[in-house]
Every structure is written in structure tokens, then in C-alpha cells.
């Protein structure tokens, strides 16, 4: 398997699979090595046991997800993690702290990874605005069409299998199959 080179204060990656295909796997294989201390996390699903720097939603709306990106900001040299940023949206519309850090976090020393369970009705910027794409198995046509629509494999995303992803480097231009190792 390639390696993946991820500069977690500047990069964004955005996995997309169903529940428990191995998305927050992923995430920590990604982060291996990474102080807590420099990680951020929206923990969606109560996850993140041990991280000093947890925030549990209030509510998942619009206005949830723009406070924690707008407290980040403060900061320089920090890994944001958000889990299953699709609870937080209602529509294909990105919020404006989201847009404003995909076009320039990378300037502030911010990087993010966001999962989401489904492909469709989620902002398309997360696909084109991401290094890193993650992307799992999906049993719908039109959500593996709308994924295939980033990508130069066809056909890839329906052999991908569990703890599998299809990763995809915007930057690069490059595609392999990824597996998470336990
Ligand atoms: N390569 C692997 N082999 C065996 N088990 C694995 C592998 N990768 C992940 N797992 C296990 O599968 C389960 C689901 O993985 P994980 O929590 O990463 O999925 P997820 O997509 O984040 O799930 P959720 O949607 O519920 O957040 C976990 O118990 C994890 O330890
Ligand atoms: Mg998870």
C-alpha cells in the first residue's frame, strides 16, 4: 500500500462510509503520533475518551457547527476533528465558517478531517476542496455515480470492502485502495 503523507496543521481529508466501516480507524491511524493536546474534536458520538480538547454538540444545527469552527480559529497549529459533520446540515449549502476555513485554514495552521455516513445532500466543496478524499463502499447508484464524478477510477468504490476505503489525493491527482491495518 502507497503511503499517505498527511500534514495534520495544514491538510483537510474528508472520509465518506456507512456506520462501521472503519472511518474513525482511519482518523487514528491518520493522527498516529499527533500531541492530543494539538487536536480538536467535535465528538459527535462521544468517541474521543482521553482527548483534552473535546467539545460534545449542544445541538446538531448550522449555528453548532460554525461556534466550534469559529473557537478554533483562535488558534494556531491545531488538528480539527469533526464526526459525522452530516448531523449538522440540513441542506447541500456549506456554512460560512466551513467555506471560509476549506478556502484558507491551511494559511492559519489549521487542518481538518470531517466523516460523514452519506455522499449526497452534504456541501460538494468537502470533495473538492479536501487533499484527502476517503471514500467507502455505497450500495445506491446515484451516490456512487456523484462519487465517481470526483474520481478518474470508475467502478473502484463498489469493490472497496469493509475497512477498505478508495482514497483519492486532490493535490496529486492519485488513487489506491487504502486498509485500515488492525
Ligand atoms: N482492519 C480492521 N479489521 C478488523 N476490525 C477493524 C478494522 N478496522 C476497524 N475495525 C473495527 O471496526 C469497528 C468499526 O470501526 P470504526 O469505529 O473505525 O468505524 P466508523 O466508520 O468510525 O463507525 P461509526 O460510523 O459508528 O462511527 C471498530 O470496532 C474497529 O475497531
Ligand atoms: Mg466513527
Not at 472520509?15 to 466501516?21: G, T, V
Not at 448531523?87 to 466523516?115: C, R
Request: proline content about 3%.
Amino acid at each position: 500500500m502507497r503511503k499517505i503523507k498527511f500534514y495534520w496543521n495544514k491538510d483537510t481529508a474528508t472520509l465518506i462510509a456507512i456506520r462501521q466501516w472503519g472511518k474513525t480507524t482511519v482518523i487514528k491511524e491518520l493522527t498516529n503520533g499527533i500531541p492530543k493536546e494539538k487536536i480538536i474534536v467535535l465528538d459527535s458520538n462521544r468517541e474521543y475518551n482521553g482527548f483534552p480538547n473535546r467539545w460534545i454538540p449542544k445541538a446538531y444545527d448550522l449555528e453548532e457547527l460554525d461556534k466550534f469552527i469559529r473557537y478554533c480559529r483562535q488558534f494556531k497549529n491545531r488538528l480539527l476533528i469533526i464526526e459525522d459533520i452530516d448531523l449538522f446540515f440540513s441542506s447541500a449549502n456549506p456554512t460560512k465558517e466551513l467555506k471560509n476555513f476549506l478556502i484558507n485554514g491551511s494559511h492559519q495552521d489549521l487542518g481538518l478531517i470531517v466523516t460523514l455516513k452519506r455522499p449526497l445532500g452534504n456541501p460538494r466543496l468537502l470533495m473538492t476542496e479536501s487533499i484527502h478524499l476517503f471514500l467507502g463502499r455505497f450500495s445506491l447508484r446515484n451516490e456512487r455515480d456523484y462519487l465517481e464524478d470526483f474520481l478518474n477510477s470508475k467502478g473502484e468504490i463498489e469493490k472497496v470492502k469493509r475497512f477498505s476505503f478508495w482514497y483519492r489525493n486532490n493535490d496529486l491527482d492519485e488513487e489506491f485502495l487504502y486498509k485500515t491495518r488492525r
